[in-house]
Structure formats: C-alpha cells, structure tokens
C-alpha cells in the first residue's frame, strides 16, 4: 500500500456530555475525504488517542471507516502498553481498518531495542500494514529502524522528533537494506513548517493538522511544495504558518485544542478537548481567527 497526497487526521468530536460524538465525526471525515486526502488517519495525536478507551475508540474507527466508504485507505492509531496496544490493533482490524500507525509505547526511557522489540510484539498480533512512529521516547537507531523496517507488514516510517541529522542517516539504511515498498513521512506538529527541509532528505509525504479545518490552505500548500513554486511556499509559511506555530506554542497540547476549535470556528461543532488538554482562551481564539483569515487570503491571491 502506498500513499500519496495531503494526509487527513480528523479530530475526535465529542458531545457536551463528554461522549463520543458519532454523527459529528462522520460528517467531519467525509467532508475531509471529499476535499481529496490521500489517507485518512483516524484516532491519532490530532484525534486525541491518548483519551480514547478500547471500546469508544473501536467506535471512532468503525464511523471513520464507513464515512470514507472506501474513497481512500483509513489508518487508525495505536499506542501504549504492549498489551494494550495490541487489543487497540485488534479493535482497529474489527472496525474495518486499512492500517495502524503505531504510536509510541508508555512514556517510561527505554532503548532502542526496546523500541524495536515494541514494535515486533505489536506487530506480531496482527496482518494490517502498520506505519511506525518515532517520537518522544520512541527513538531508533538507524539499525533498529532497518530491525524494524524488515517486518513483513511494516510499510513505513513516520518521524516527530526533528533530528533530522538521525532521519537522514534512518531513510538511507533502510533503503539501502530493506527491499520492499516503504515510505518516510514527516509528522512533525504542523508539519508544512518542516517539509522544505524534509523533502531535502528525500520525505516528501507528511501529516496535515491544518486540513482538518482549512483543507483549501493545506492543498494550496501541498500544490505549491510539488509543484516548485517556492514564492507561494514562503508566502504561507510566513504569513500562515508561522503565526499559527507560534500561537500552538504558547501553550503545550494547542497542537489539537487549536485545531479542534477551527473545526469549529468553521460550522461543524466538535466539542473541547478531554483532559490533560485544555481549550484554547478567547484571546487566543480571537488570534486564530486572524490567521486562519489570513491564511485564506493569501491564497486568493
């Protein structure tokens, strides 16, 4: 399975009770899926895994998977304790899944062996192909990376960390080693900040939080990287991207609440964020307005 295109990670709706809101996540993806992602990536860092139980996430994936209806490949997270992680895989190939993007094991140091040894006890459980995510304490070697990488169903790396001096060195073991289709992709936090400097190392596809709430400004991104024009790229990454950065860093877990609450903004009412999140203040909400109005003009130009 290869992918293509801006990649589509929905965020989890929920009700006013706190539950997960079905209908609002069908209506989300599909209008997602009609703007014309190249996958859909269901219950991941955007769609607030961290949050979901077992039963509720199955649930998540289940509507995802019957909202995209077949139109392009569903990938749904998952993560944690081994165990765990495995009966989130397992839930994933029940609701329909095309896929897994595996996200790091329980925040404890752990080596890259471990991380290797993860990734294969997880694996093991299941047929589905499963992209493998580096980030936080989920850090490979370029060895273990090809360790893994050689596992029959694995189809792909996913970076977050941002070292890009390690990614080189992963992309061109892995190439050199393993001898299958296998794709690099950037899932670095508003990964369009990056994907000059990816796509410099040879990852040219990467996650798009912006598509969530603004999939015109993500694709006009997205068009403009391949198709060279790099006067439209800085133009979005400084007068777009940059400001929008800057306000998800001034408070930590703004990488999903300021995404959840464009969707919003926009007319489709997702709900807050579950805890340890928080909801992003007015004044910061006024901010994100401006930009994302900013960013919309820049592409009328």
Not at 206 to 235: H, M, Q, W
């Amino acid at each position: 399975m290869q992918l293509d295109g801006v990649l589509f990670f929905p965020v989890t709706p929920f009700t006013s009770d706190g539950e997960v809101a079905e209908d609002v996540l069908a209506e989300h993806v599909k209008h997602g899926v009609a703007a014309g992602p190249g996958g859909v990536f269901v219950a991941c860092g955007t769609g607030e895994f961290h949050a979901l139980e077992p039963e509720e996430f199955e649930r998540a994936v289940r509507v995802a998977v019957e909202a995209t209806a077949g139109r392009v490949p569903v990938f749904a997270g998952a993560g944690g304790s081994a165990p765990l992680a495995r009966k989130f895989v397992a839930a994933a190939k029940r609701a329909g899944a095309d896929g897994i993007l595996l996200l790091p094991p329980y925040l404890v140091g752990c080596p890259a062996g471990g991380v290797a040894r993860y990734v294969a006890e997880v694996v093991d459980s299941t047929d589905l192909p499963v992209i493998v995510y580096q980030r936080n304490n989920a850090v490979f070697t370029p060895e273990a990376a090809v360790e893994v990488a050689k596992l029959p169903n694995v189809i792909g790396f996913k970076d977050g960390l941002g070292d890009l001096d390690l990614m080189q060195r992963i992309v061109l073991s892995v190439r050199e080693s393993v001898d299958k289709p296998f794709q690099f992709f950037n899932g670095l936090p508003t990964a369009e900040m990056t994907v000059p400097a990816y796509r410099g190392i040879g990852v040219e596809l990467y996650s798009s939080a912006v598509f969530c709430f603004a999939p015109e400004i993500s694709l006009a991104f997205y068009n403009a990287v391949t198709a060279g024009d790099t006067k439209r790229v800085n133009a979005l990454l400084h007068g777009f991207y940059k400001p929008l950065v800057e306000l998800r860093d001034k408070v930590p877990g703004y990488a999903v609440s300021l995404v959840k609450a464009a969707v919003t903004r926009g007319g489709l009412d997702v709900g807050g964020v579950r805890a340890p999140l928080l909801d992003p203040t007015e004044e910061h909400l006024a901010e994100l307005d401006r930009i994302v109005e900013a960013g919309r003009e820049l592409i009328a130009k």
